[in-house]
């Protein structure tokens, strides 16, 4: 069997791995791999493709890790509007119970509801910026 061909059979795996695990990083690998393939395909000896797949997959590799790095952080799912539609809403608060509490109707049903940490509960229109469980944490407009 060819060297290259054992080099794309590896790639191959690896990016069925991937597919299997959802582990992104073995795309990277795999893309050194392809490399090393190239290299063979080339003609180059074993340690050049090794020394090619080393740079190509390792680079990717860091690479990808620096850019995820600098990415802005991901909301918990409680706070993401991307996962939870109800974030930015606004709801209408008439009154606060005195444990800093309300009940207000939002989508046809009666909610409950807490203002952010360290603002003041008061009557008036509020945008919802969290939601846990059935509780909306809001902070006023």
Do not use: C
Not at 90 to 107: E, H, I, N
């Amino acid at each position: 069997m060819a060297e290259s061909t054992v080099w794309w059979l590896l790639a191959g795996a690896a990016v069925a791995v991937e597919l299997a695990t959802g582990t992104f990083y073995l795309l990277m690998v795999a893309s050194g791999l392809a490399a090393g393939a190239l290299a063979a395909h080339l003609g180059a000896q074993v340690p050049a493709q090794l020394v090619a797949a080393a740079i190509v997959g390792g680079g990717a590799v860091a690479a990808w890790h620096l850019l995820r790095d600098r990415r802005t952080p991901v909301l918990p799912a409680a706070a993401n509007p991307d996962v939870n539609l109800d974030i930015g809403e606004p709801v209408m608060v008439d009154a606060w119970k005195p444990d800093g509490t309300a009940q207000v109707r939002y989508r046809g049903a009666w909610w409950t509801v807490a203002p952010m940490p360290g603002t003041t509960p008061v009557p008036g229109l509020h945008r919802v910026r969290e939601v846990i469980g059935s509780r909306l944490i809001v902070d006023k407009l």
